[in-house]
């Protein structure tokens, strides 16, 4: 295993990368996930929020988002006016169109990741080793 040169604390392998928050950068704002892990597939960013403030409202033109709460309290706010309170291990989707912002209610900084992504779900692929645990694979149910 080995480190990144961007991102020291990220160690990599064949075929994975393994690192902390802490890693992918300090103090509030973005934690490009994607970029620190080499996340390809779809699009990942932890955002870490002071006190008191507030993302501004956004859409996108395509990918759908999934928000998860790591630490602390967030309201996330929809274009209807709706609002609802997300704390530690909460979930939220919104549809790429969906107006939304989220703001920290709580005392301390609070964490949420947020995933991308469009074009839907790949079904069930999973993969089971062979009858040594090398680096071979086999389907689910084979």
Do not use: W
């Not at 604390?9 to 950068?25: C, F, I, K, P, S």
């Not at 928000?67 to 967030?74: K, L, W």
């Not at 469009?118 to 090398?134: E, F, H, I, M, N």
Request: with cysteine; hydrophobic share 30%.
């Amino acid at each position: 295993m080995e480190a990144s040169s961007d991102y020291p604390g990220v160690r990599r392998g064949d075929g994975y990368a393994v690192g902390r928050l802490e890693d992918l950068g300090e103090g509030p704002g973005f934690r490009k996930v994607r970029k620190g892990l080499d996340v390809r597939a779809f699009g990942a960013n932890a955002i870490v929020i002071p006190p008191g403030i507030e993302t501004g409202f956004h859409a996108h033109e395509e990918q759908e988002e999934l928000y998860f709460v790591h630490q602390g309290t967030f309201e996330i706010e929809f274009g209807d006016g709706s609002v609802e309170r997300l704390e530690p291990g909460s979930l939220a989707r919104v549809d790429a169109r969906t107006m939304r912002r989220l703001r920290n209610v709580g005392a301390g900084d609070a964490v949420y990741l947020c995933v991308g992504g469009k074009d839907g779900y790949v079904g069930r692929d999973g993969l089971l080793p062979d009858s040594d645990p090398g680096p071979r694979a086999r389907r689910i149910g084979e």
